[in-house]
C-alpha cells in the first residue's frame, strides 16, 4: 500500500520567505509526527497530531513554526520568515492506533534558506 | 534538544564481518527502535523492542533492549554492501508522551 508522503521533496526559499511543507499520511493513521533533521545529526521532534489535535508541539523552535492537521489526515508544516538556520530536511511520520505504535516515515522535504 | 549517546559515529568494515553498535540514554525508555536511512531517504524501522531484556532477530540483524532500560544495542551479522546507510536508534516514553528521541547515527561503510 501508499506510504508517507510529503511535498515538495525539495525547497530552495529566500531568508525572509513563508513555506508550506506537506504531508500525506498512511491512510487511517491516527497519530502524526513531524521532525527536523539537520545535517549530520538524528532526528529532532517537533510536533504531533492525533486526528486533528496538536497534543504536543514542545519541539517547535519558534513561534515562526506552526502545524496543523484539520481533517485529521493531511497535515502542513509551515515556517514563517524563514532563517539560514531552518534549513535541514523536514520528516514527517505517521502510526496507527495500538499498543505498538510503530512510525512510518516519508521521505522527507529537504528545506534550504539562502 | 535533548539527543541519545549513540556509538560508534561511523564504522568502515569488510564485506563479511559482523557489526556492533550501541546506545545508552539517561533516561529510561519504555521502548527501543533501531532505524535505517540511507540517503535522501526517511528512516525506515529495522526492529522494535518493548521489554526490558528482550532479544529480537530481523534475519541478519539481531537486536536488545537493555535490563536497565537505558541501553539498547545492534548487531549486524555478516555484512553485504547493501547494509551501507546510517543506522539511528531510537527511544520513546512510557505513557502518551510519543515523541522519539534519537541517537546521532552510525554511519556503516563496507568495502565488498
Known amino acids: 500500500g501508499a506510504g508517507v508522503s510529503q511535498s515538495p521533496r525539495y525547497k530552495v526559499a529566500k531568508r525572509g520567505q513563508d513555506v508550506a511543507l506537506r504531508c500525506d499520511p498512511i491512510s487511517g493513521h491516527v497519530s502524526l509526527f513531524w521532525y527536523q533533521q539537520a545535517l549530520g545529526q538524528g532526528p529532532e521532534f517537533l510536533t504531533y497530531f492525533q486526528n486533528e489535535a496538536q497534543l504536543d508541539k514542545s519541539g517547535l523552535p519558534s513561534d515562526r513554526f506552526f502545524a496543523e492537521r484539520p481533517e485529521g489526515s493531511v497535515s502542513t508544516l509551515k515556517i514563517q520568515r524563514t532563517q539560514q538556520e531552518d534549513s535541514a530536511v523536514y520528516l514527517c511520520a505517521s502510526s496507527p492506533t495500538g499498543a505498538r505504535k510503530t512510525q512510518y516515515f516519508g521521505p522527507g522535504t529537504r528545506l534550504l534558506v539562502l | 534538544g535533548q539527543q541519545l549517546n549513540q556509538s560508534p559515529q561511523s564504522m568502515f568494515i569488510q564485506e563479511g564481518e559482523d557489526v556492533s553498535m550501541n546506545c545508552t540514554s539517561s533516561?529510561?525508555?519504555?521502548?527501543w527502535l533501531w532505524y535505517k536511512q540511507d540517503p535522501g531517504e526517511g528512516p525506515v524501522l529495522l526492529i522494535a523492542?518493548?521489554?526490558a531484556g528482550e532479544l529480537t532477530s530481523n534475519g541478519r540483524l539481531t537486536a536488545q533492549f537493555g535490563i536497565t532500560r537505558k541501553d539498547s544495542f545492534l548487531n549486524i551479522s555478516a555484512s553485504i554492501p547493501s547494509d551501507v546507510g546510517i543506522y539511528f536508534c531510537a527511544g520513546q516514553y512510557a505513557g502518551n508522551n510519543r515523541k522519539l528521541i534519537w541517537g546521532l547515527g552510525t554511519s556503516l561503510a563496507v568495502n565488498p
Open positions: 523492542l518493548y521489554k
Open positions: 533516561s529510561i525508555f519504555n521502548t
